[in-house]
């Protein structure tokens, strides 16, 4: 029987580790060399903060390493958030992806670093100095993209209205979330919302863009359940540890 | 007269800054080999980007991301260093996209494993150290001050690939097959860096006369052999080469002949990732142009406004 702290550090682990997967998909493809950089550093950031989590997860269980919890779980075993496995597309996509998933990330972080559970609210702390620093990142490119030239402004509008349909569910509150909440150790997801919702249309205003209305809307990550994304995601990910299973590297 | 002033400049060890008085040939010979080196490092990123999404543990992931974020940093002081001679990056990325520059032909060599990440690490960033550190003298300022400091990186470089090497060396029979076959594949194109033999090598003359190279290629190679042949025998490879073996009399180790065949015919294009490497720079360089317009437009209206 996993504990339900256990699984509320992989959670957090699993969105971290997979949009630093996305996020290191770029290497070698930005649209400048700085940028190309730029990407690289979120990226490694983003491996950094699931490391943290992940060995806190592995210290719970004591059963798995951090890495046997990364490359060693299937699809239904992972709980992050289906927007961060949703592809890179083009630069714009990747911007407004990273761009709802910071915000949400700096607020959660920010209410996370009060836990009363030592070790998160540790390495929120930690995890929150780097978000200030994504945020500003893909909140000053969506503005350069939003408010650039029609072309961009209109890529960068087809990607917010793709991608609006995956913010519903980072807000969520299940059973796990309120039995950690009410202990004082897990963030109110819920209470996220009107804040992100401010900063959202803050940065949508400066940036030209459209906010999109709430249609369909996404939801399962927390039940392991994702977009056919995630399966090849942790195929190529996982294939080494896969393959030779006896091996160490 | 000022071709004797800069030669005596030169010979009294002291750098040349972009300002200064230079020889138009001088110049030349910078630009083409600065840039070569900055699109060697960006290129470079590659081969091994082609692994980090499969990297094999987190620690890895991170280490091998750090390692190409940091060649893309190296492409971008060598570029700067470029720029001071009167060239802008744009015209040197166009000279690349135009295959009027030139770039390592290591990099046209596939990854098939990750066993080639040790390899490149341990054997081309070696190579390039190799060089490198020869360079870091180099009569020319700003690029012996930035070889000074991705000297530094590269140093790391090479000791990750070794550590993986070292690693598959010893782990399961799968892995050590696939540390040799990487070796098998990497040697001689890695000792093929330093460039033809000095009796081929029309532009070592001048060079070498300006203190641009400190060192001839025969000389670096031989550095290179030297060092790395107990690396392999410590972590039991073997180097795919029946003729090397010390010479105590010289106090090197001979090797056998290079195939200098297949040496032009990457340098000339026909390599086996020469047009898949270009392809991929170019593909991401005009996937970059509207993001590239939009900054420049956003920062336009900015000036507008502020103005």
Same mark, same amino acid.
């Given at each position: ?8 550090t992989?959670r957090?682990?699993?969105s ?6 996305r996020?290191?998909?770029?290497c ?6 700085e ?5 690289s550093n979120?990226?490694l ?10 060995q806190?997860?592995a ?8 890495d ?13 958030h289906q927007?961060v ?6 630069f714009?996509?990747?911007i407004?992806?990273?761009?709802l998933?910071?915000t ?6 920010t209410?996370?670093a ?15 100095k ?7 990142h ?23 209205n ?7 569910e ?14 004082g ?10 804040d992100w919702?401010?900063?959202?249309n ?7 863009l ?5 249609e369909?809307?996404a ?13 090849f995601i ?16 | ?26 110049r030349?010979?910078?630009i083409?080999?600065i840039?070569?080196h /900055?699109?060697?490092?960006i290129? @470079?990123?590659?081969?091994? *980007?082609?692994? %980090?999404?499969?990297?094999? &543990? #987190?620690?890895?992931k991170?280490?091998l ?5 940091d060649e ?6 060598l570029?700067?260093?470029c ?13 690349l ?17 990750? /066993?080639?990440?040790?390899?490149? @690490?341990w054997?081309?960033? *070696?190579?390039a %150290?190799?060089?490198?550190? &020869? #360079? ?7 690029y012996?001050?930035?070889?000074v400091?991705?000297c ?10 070794y ?23 990497f040697?001689?194109?890695s ?5 033809p ?19 001839t290629n ?15 025998e ?13 010479n105590?009399e ?8 290079m ?7 990457v ?10 490497r270009?392809?991929?720079h ?13 900054a420049?437009?956003?920062a336009?209206?900015q ?5």
């Amino acid at each position: 029987m996993m504990s339900s702290l256990f699984t509320y550090t992989l959670r957090i682990a699993d969105s971290s580790l997979i949009l630093g997967q996305r996020m290191s998909e770029w290497c070698s493809k930005g649209p400048t060399l700085e940028e190309d950089i730029a990407m690289s550093n979120i990226s490694l950031d983003m491996f950094g903060q699931a490391n943290g989590f992940y060995q806190y997860a592995a210290q719970l269980d004591g059963l798995k390493s951090a890495d046997e919890l990364a490359f060693r779980r299937n699809e239904r075993e992972f709980f992050n958030h289906q927007l961060v496995e949703q592809e890179n597309g083009n630069f714009g996509n990747t911007i407004v992806r990273n761009f709802l998933h910071d915000t949400f990330n700096f607020l959660f972080y920010t209410q996370l670093a009060n836990s009363k559970d030592e070790t998160l609210s540790a390495l929120a702390h930690k995890s929150l100095k780097e978000v200030k620093y994504h945020l500003r990142h893909s909140s000053n490119w969506l503005v350069r993209l939003g408010d650039g030239t029609k072309e961009s402004n209109a890529k960068t509008q087809v990607a917010l209205n793709e991608l609006w349909m995956y913010t519903d569910e980072i807000f969520e509150m299940d059973t796990l979330d309120t039995e950690l909440f009410n202990k004082g150790i897990a963030v109110d997801n819920s209470a996220l919302k009107s804040d992100w919702d401010a900063m959202i249309n803050n940065t949508l205003a400066k940036a030209k863009l459209i906010r999109p209305e709430d249609e369909y809307m996404a939801t399962g990550g927390k039940k392991g359940l994702h977009t056919e994304y995630l399966g090849f995601i942790l195929s190529e990910m996982q294939y080494l540890q896969r393959a030779y299973p006896n091996a160490k590297w | 007269m000022n071709e004797i002033k800069f030669q005596e400049r030169i010979d009294a060890e002291k750098k040349i800054e972009p300002k200064d008085w230079m020889p138009d040939a001088y110049r030349k010979h910078l630009i083409r080999q600065i840039s070569q080196h /900055a699109h060697s490092e960006i290129i @470079g990123m590659q081969p091994e *980007g082609n692994w %980090i999404t499969r990297a094999p &543990s #987190l620690r890895a992931k991170m280490i091998l991301l750090a390692k190409v974020q940091d060649e893309a940093g190296h492409g971008l002081y060598l570029y700067s260093a470029c720029e001071t001679l009167g060239i802008s990056r744009e015209e040197l990325v166009q000279q690349l996209h135009d295959g009027k520059a030139k770039y390592s032909s290591i990099f046209n060599y596939p990854t098939l494993s990750w /066993a080639d990440m040790g390899a490149v @690490g341990w054997l081309v960033d *070696g190579a390039a %150290i190799v060089n490198q550190v &020869s #360079l870091q003298r180099t009569s020319y300022g700003p690029y012996s001050r930035g070889m000074v400091k991705i000297c530094k990186e590269e140093s790391f470089h090479q000791r990750q690939g070794y550590e993986i090497m070292a690693e598959m060396a010893k782990g399961t029979l799968e892995q050590k097959a696939m540390a040799q076959d990487a070796l098998n594949r990497f040697w001689w194109p890695s000792i093929m860096m330093f460039g033809p033999q000095d009796s081929d090598s029309p532009r070592t003359g001048n060079a070498m006369k300006w203190k641009i190279k400190r060192q001839t290629n025969d000389d670096l190679r031989q550095d290179f052999i030297n060092k790395t042949v107990g690396q392999a025998e410590l972590i039991g490879l073997t180097i795919p080469d029946p003729d090397l073996k010390w010479n105590a009399e010289r106090g090197h180790y001979d090797f056998g002949e290079m195939d200098w065949d297949e040496f032009w015919s990457v340098v000339n294009g026909n390599g086996p990732c020469n047009k898949q490497r270009l392809a991929h720079h170019k593909k991401a360089h005009d996937e970059g142009q509207w993001v590239r317009d939009a900054a420049k437009a956003y920062a336009k209206k900015q000036e507008l406004v502020a103005n």
